[in-house]
């Protein structure tokens, strides 16, 4: 049993730790966005 339960394990903490990355990325590239737009507005608006 634990023979064929180690595999799924495995996999699923590196489904994980993948899913959390991707979210990382996404999240830092979004925060990475509103930065730029935010700077943008205000040098528009300060022009």
């Not at 996999?11 to 590239?29: A, E, G, H, K, P």
């Amino acid at each position: 049993m634990k023979q064929r339960f180690s595999p799924l394990v495995i996999s699923l903490r590196y489904d994980l730790t993948n899913t959390i990355q991707t979210i990382n990325v996404l999240y830092f590239n979004a925060v990475s966005v509103m930065i730029v737009a935010t700077l943008g507005s205000g040098l528009l608006h300060g022009f």
